[in-house]
């Protein structure tokens, strides 16, 4: 998906305290979609889809927090107008206050999220989010040396290191990743939604990252659960978020939305690109997806734990959701929980 005719602008954060490697290593994926495929299986150049660039509160060098010098491209007051915004990991004084240190950065933030830019972070990038005012009564995620920092100086923030990454906000417009190299997941999952599933797969194969080499699986159910611009639907989107476990939702969603069941099904499909059934699987999968990862629970416990009660029901649907059956899942992914608390 591009804005117009024009490639998508990235803009990605950067404060004196960054990590440089993550800083231009999300300049280097984002670069790629749309032009590193093209000319590497056939030669061909070809115009990329996303625009990164690197934004400051100024537009003087400095280096940062491992001594790489960074070149910021765009000052906070004069970068391109950013229709997504990247923070990388920087350096927090664990569970320590940084009000009053990021206020420029804060309030550039705030006022393009109110203008409609996705924002996104990566391990500690997380408490900028915090510092803008966007957290409040929100699931978060950071890296585990961080956890304080958001729990004790944002109120209302619900913070879990168990998920890899985490959608929050109005229309699911925020996402942030854990510690470690998750912040390549963040990347990959961007150039998914916002580019889409074929180029993001391009990309992984590119750079060789290995969470995202079996295609469409890991991205398939958070791409589908972005709420959907018509106000009924998204409300029953909402709902289905917070009780797809409970025995007969689609029934219950149908309910709430007050529209006849054919006039709701119809809607549903057309405002989700997916049958009301088929976008509860979906989220039911994702969430087995995580609790896989990050969970030593029995495959029993996990089908109970998302609301199937029939186990073999969620082996087959599994496995014809992902292309692996939850056992080989979890030897394939569950080393990114322990990669990101390692």
């Given amino acids: 998906m591009t804005a117009g005719d024009r490639p998508l602008n990235v803009a990605i954060l950067a404060v004196p305290a960054a990590t440089a490697s993550t800083l231009y290593g999300m300049l280097d994926l984002f670069s790629s979609p749309g032009r590193d495929w093209p000319f590497i299986t056939r030669g061909e150049i070809c115009e990329p889809r996303m625009r990164p660039y690197?934004?400051?509160?100024?537009?003087?060098?400095?280096?940062?927090?491992?001594?790489?010098?960074?070149?910021?491209?765009?000052?906070?007051?004069?970068?391109?107008?950013?229709?997504?915004?990247?923070?990388?990991?920087?350096?927090?004084?664990?569970?320590?206050?940084?009000?009053?240190?990021?206020?420029?950065?804060?309030?550039?933030?705030?006022?393009?999220?109110?203008?409609?830019?996705?924002?996104?972070?990566?391990?500690?990038?997380?408490?900028?989010?915090?510092?803008?005012?966007?957290?409040?009564?929100?699931?978060?995620?950071?890296?585990?040396?961080?956890?304080?920092?958001?729990?004790?100086?944002?109120?209302?923030?619900?913070?879990?290191?168990?998920?890899?990454?985490?959608?929050?906000?109005?229309?699911?417009?925020?996402?942030?990743?854990?510690?470690?190299?998750?912040?390549?997941?963040?990347?990959?999952?961007?150039?998914?939604?916002?580019?889409?599933?074929?180029?993001?797969?391009?990309?992984?194969?590119?750079?060789?990252?290995?969470?995202?080499?079996?295609?469409?699986?890991?991205?398939?159910?958070?791409?589908?659960?972005?709420?959907?611009?018509?106000?009924?639907?998204?409300?029953?989107?909402?709902?289905?978020?917070l009780h797809y476990r409970t025995r007969a939702p689609i029934a219950s969603i149908i309910a709430r939305s007050g529209l006849p069941e054919r006039s709701f099904l119809r809607r549903f499909t057309k405002a989700t690109g997916m049958k009301p059934i088929d976008y509860l699987h979906a989220i039911r999968i994702e969430e087995a997806k995580q609790l896989l990862e990050t969970s030593d629970m029995s495959v029993e416990a996990i089908a109970d734990e998302v609301g199937y009660e029939d186990v073999s029901f969620l082996n087959r649907l599994f496995r014809r959701k992902t292309g692996l059956t939850p056992a080989q899942y979890r030897l394939r992914f569950g080393h990114l929980s322990k990669l990101a608390a390692s």
Wanted: aromatic share 10%; net charge negative; proline share 5%.
């Fill in 54 to 241: 690197v934004v400051a509160r100024n537009v003087e060098n400095f280096r940062a927090i491992n001594e790489v010098r960074i070149h910021p491209d765009f000052a906070l007051h004069d970068c391109p107008s950013p229709d997504i915004i990247c923070i990388p990991d920087f350096f927090v004084n664990p569970g320590q206050s940084v009000s009053g240190q990021y206020e420029p950065e804060a309030q550039w933030l705030a006022e393009n999220y109110r203008r409609g830019s996705f924002l996104a972070s990566a391990c500690a990038g997380a408490v900028l989010f915090g510092e803008a005012g966007l957290l409040s009564d929100c699931e978060a995620t950071i890296h585990w040396g961080y956890v304080s920092t958001l729990a004790d100086n944002y109120p209302g923030v619900r913070v879990s290191i168990n998920r890899s990454l985490v959608l929050a906000g109005e229309g699911e417009r925020i996402v942030m990743a854990g510690g470690g190299s998750s912040w390549q997941d963040l990347a990959l999952y961007v150039i998914a939604r916002f580019v889409g599933l074929k180029e993001a797969i391009e990309v992984a194969k590119v750079y060789m990252l290995q969470w995202h080499d079996l295609g469409q699986q890991p991205f398939a159910s958070l791409t589908c659960r972005r709420r959907s611009d018509d106000p009924v639907i998204g409300s029953c989107q909402e709902w289905l978020a």
